[in-house]
């Protein structure tokens, strides 16, 4: 009885991190889709186009498209998370693969929105997806699971 409460409990948070995530990166997506990095130029008469897209159409085109995977993620998460029972729900590996994905997509989308050199992009891509793996696996080894390990 006393392991169904924490079991409960211990859910409800999951639940209300996840929304707190996912609701902050379809935020973060949303703005910097409408206005991305380095803003926009005029093209004449009504149209405007991305610098980036302009200066360089590969690292744009990879920006748009992470971005634009972040967004939907979340979006999905949000509504994953609201519609089913957690307990249920973070049993199953679609979820954390989502999670995953949508972290990635927004952590991809930063790097290349806001580099321009290739020692650049090699640095922050070395910060940027290497600390949080190094944190989640550290955290693994030291507590011996992970916090959902107990749902």
Request: charged letters at 20%; a positive charge; aromatic letters at 8%.
């Amino acid at each position: 009885r006393d392991k169904d409460a924490r079991n409960s409990k211990a859910a409800r948070e999951l639940r209300g991190w996840l929304m707190v995530l996912a609701t902050v990166i379809a935020s973060i997506t949303y703005a910097s889709g409408l206005n991305p990095p380095g803003g926009f130029q005029g093209g004449g008469g009504d149209r405007v186009t991305p610098v980036l897209r302009a200066t360089s159409p590969r690292r744009y085109t990879t920006f748009y498209y992470c971005n634009t995977s972040a967004f939907a993620l979340s979006l999905s998460i949000v509504l994953l998370v609201a519609s089913q029972d957690l307990r249920r729900l973070a049993k199953i590996k679609v979820l954390e693969i989502i999670v995953a994905l949508d972290v990635l997509a927004l952590l991809m989308a930063y790097i290349v929105g806001s580099t321009f050199g290739l020692e650049e992009l090699g640095v922050c891509a070395g910060l940027v997806l290497i600390v949080p793996v190094a944190l989640v696996v550290m955290s693994s080894r030291i507590c011996g699971k992970y916090f959902w390990d107990e749902l």
